[in-house]
């Protein structure tokens, strides 16, 4: 196989996936024709936020990606939603609604109530802990500090990183950012995320790979292998291939392959209607 430069859908996509009234998972693949146009079950309060939230991923992937060419982007675009949807119930009237905006919500298709409701309901359903799937969800907020504080910008790092810490049950390397003597408030967001696949692999097909950093680069990672029926799906027009896979507990990773050349291509096509559309055509294959 041609060696694409390849990259994936962060598995937080997957908290908004979590949301997404996406296809039914009895997918009856190739023999069944018929793209699934009538969601399954009831619409929930968190579907209003769907499509506004997975533009404003994409819109943000593109904005990072675009600010660190070459370089591995990763990010939780729910928690960046959740933490400016926090703000926007603090800020005034007028702010509020830029804040909204700024989210991709529009204001005419969607009330506030609807989105606070939404987001409230999102964050309901997102926290989940089980045996095969772990995703943790939080947020704090260190304030008081800057000017004339009680403790010291170096005291406060200190207790921030103890935090980052114990919420990412040290997973994530050290909290390095530096506070200056200005900042007068920290939110820390964070996302944990330990999923099993529906579909284990088996260790021992698991070797050393080349895997493509660039259009020329390799480096040699242990690459995991399997034979096992996924819904997959080659799109022509944005000449890439989608693999989607299960976890166990209801959770998905879709994995997007741009042919070599076609990232750029691919990237500006990232919209909500791109994933709806893409999840019509995936088959079971
Ligand atoms: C919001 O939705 C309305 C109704 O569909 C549309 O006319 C308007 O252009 C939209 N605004 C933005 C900023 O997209
Ligand atoms: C998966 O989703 C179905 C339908 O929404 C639900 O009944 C079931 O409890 C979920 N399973 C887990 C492990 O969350």
Not at 243 to 264: D, I, K, S, Y
């Amino acid at each position: 196989m041609e060696a694409p430069r390849w990259w994936l859908l962060v598995p937080a996509l997957l908290a908004v996936g979590h949301c997404l009234a996406l296809a039914n998972q009895e997918d009856s693949g190739a023999m069944d024709p018929s793209p699934p146009d009538v969601p399954p079950g009831p619409a929930l309060p968190c579907h209003k936020l769907s499509v506004s939230n997975i533009d404003f991923a994409f819109d943000l992937y593109r904005q990072l990606a675009s600010e660190a060419p070459g370089e591995n982007v990763l990010f939780s675009p729910v928690g960046i939603s959740w933490a400016l949807a926090r703000l926007f119930l603090e800020a005034p009237a007028a702010s509020r609604a830029h804040l909204l905006e700024g989210l991709g919500f529009n204001l005419t298709l969607v009330s506030e109530a609807e989105i606070q409701e939404g987001f409230r309901d999102l964050l309901r359903r997102l926290p989940v802990q089980g045996p095969q799937l772990l995703l943790m969800l939080g947020q704090r907020r260190f304030s008081g500090l800057g000017p004339g504080a009680a403790q010291d910008p170096a005291g406060a790092q200190h207790s921030i990183r103890e935090y980052v810490e114990k919420q990412t049950r040290g997973q994530l390397g050290a909290w390095v950012e530096e506070l200056s003597d200005a900042t007068e408030e920290v939110l820390v967001s964070h996302l944990l995320l330990r999923a099993g696949w529906a579909r284990p692999f088996d260790p021992r097909a698991t070797s050393l790979k080349k895997f493509f950093v660039d259009e020329h680069r390799a480096v040699p990672v242990p690459m995991m292998r399997q034979k096992a029926r996924h819904r997959f799906l080659h799109d022509p027009e944005l000449q890439c291939t989608v693999l989607q896979m299960e976890h166990a507990a209801n959770a998905t990773t879709f994995f997007v392959f741009p042919q070599r050349g076609r990232l750029g291509q691919l990237e500006d096509a990232l919209l909500a209607e791109t994933l709806i559309k893409w999840d019509s055509q995936l088959r079971t294959r």
